[in-house]
């Protein structure tokens, strides 16, 4: 059985992750494929209890990375890696590189270690797609305030949301094969045609 593919979407606070997520599962729906919908943390029962406490808790960095990685070896072994390994394409709102950037370039986690950590709960199952939504960060946490309740995260200042948005770009630069930086700070509809764009090119080209 083909293995089926994985994208992980990325981006700050209020760049529309879970919104294009959701359209991409429908689409690739529409075009026949078996699609899982998932996000990080969460995914599962014990990543739905970690969500919860460092939504609400400022744990230490390191724990903090601990917390994430626990969440995510659940989530790929329980969730991402059975479906791919039965043809199933997986869409997640986030994943390592999430990591990378909250608990790394923002909070100071050494490399070595996020590397190490990563490398334990993910391998083989890395991303065949990320696509980072990218939008300046005043319009981004605008967003977030019109959603609702803010998350610790949303209501950080303004220099560590464009720190975050740099992070996530740097992110994107380092991995050009895997990446694909979407301009996010335009209509829904827009920025998934966008996306549907960069799926086709990057994943389905080479099955039709």
Not at 131 to 137: A, E, F, Q, S, Y
Request: aromatic residues 6%; proline residues 5%; charged residues 25%.
């Amino acid at each position: 059985m083909t293995r089926g593919k994985f994208i992980t979407f990325e981006g700050g606070e209020g760049s529309g992750k879970s919104t294009q997520a959701g359209r991409l599962a429908a689409r690739l729906r529409e075009a026949g494929a078996e699609v899982v919908l998932t996000r990080e943390p969460g995914g599962t029962p014990l990543g739905e209890r970690v969500r919860e406490v460092v939504l609400e808790a400022v744990p230490e960095p390191v724990t903090e990375l601990l917390l994430f990685a626990a969440a995510r070896a659940e989530h790929v072994a329980k969730v991402i890696r059975p479906a791919l390994s039965h043809g199933t394409w997986v869409v997640s709102d986030r994943f390592m590189d999430s990591t990378r950037v909250y608990q790394g370039m923002l909070a100071g986690v050494s490399p070595g270690l996020i590397a190490a950590v990563e490398y334990e709960s993910v391998r083989p199952t890395f991303p065949d797609l990320t696509l980072v939504l990218d939008l300046p960060p005043e319009v981004g946490v605008a967003r977030a305030v019109q959603r609702g309740a803010l998350s610790r995260f949303d209501a950080a200042d303004n220099t560590y949301h464009l720190n975050l948005r740099e992070a996530f770009l740097a992110v994107a630069r380092s991995e050009p094969e895997r990446c694909v930086v979407i301009d996010a700070n335009r209509d829904a509809d827009a920025i998934a045609d966008d996306v549907w764009r960069a799926v086709d090119e990057r994943l389905l080209a080479g099955v039709r």
